[in-house]
């Protein structure tokens, strides 16, 4: 009788492994369907580099396509309305797809 308990139990903890393992797989390998998922969305979006320009004086911004020699602190041209130095304070990445939705 003993015996008997033992091995039903040893079933009941067989089977609860067998569907933790079971469980355990589905969740990985969604998550890695999710990723790859995401890594495509990225590649297929294409990505435009904005530059942002602002004045030391923080009086006017502009924003522009990203150019080659582009880097955060460079001093990029005149302020139209007070002549300071304009520098860029920001380069950043958008997706060149026009959101319909919003
Ligand atoms: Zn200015």
């Given at each position: 009788m003993i015996s008997m308990q033992i091995g039903g139990d040893v079933f009941t903890w067989l089977l609860i492994i067998v569907l933790v393992i079971m469980?355990?797989?589905?969740?990985?390998?969604?998550?890695?369907?999710?990723?790859?998922?995401?890594?495509?969305t990225i590649e297929d979006t294409p990505l435009k580099v904005i530059t942002t320009i602002t004045c030391i004086n923080k009086d006017y911004t502009i924003e522009r396509e990203f150019r080659e020699?582009?880097?955060?602190?460079?001093?990029?041209?005149?302020?139209?309305?007070?002549g300071s130095s304009m520098v860029i304070d920001k380069i950043y990445t958008i997706p060149i797809t026009i959101r319909k939705r919003e």
């Amino acid at each position: 009788m003993i015996s008997m308990q033992i091995g039903g139990d040893v079933f009941t903890w067989l089977l609860i492994i067998v569907l933790v393992i079971m469980i355990i797989y589905m969740v990985v390998s969604g998550i890695g369907y999710m990723r790859k998922k995401d890594r495509a969305t990225i590649e297929d979006t294409p990505l435009k580099v904005i530059t942002t320009i602002t004045c030391i004086n923080k009086d006017y911004t502009i924003e522009r396509e990203f150019r080659e020699g582009d880097f955060i602190g460079k001093i990029e041209g005149q302020c139209p309305k007070c002549g300071s130095s304009m520098v860029i304070d920001k380069i950043y990445t958008i997706p060149i797809t026009i959101r319909k939705r919003e």
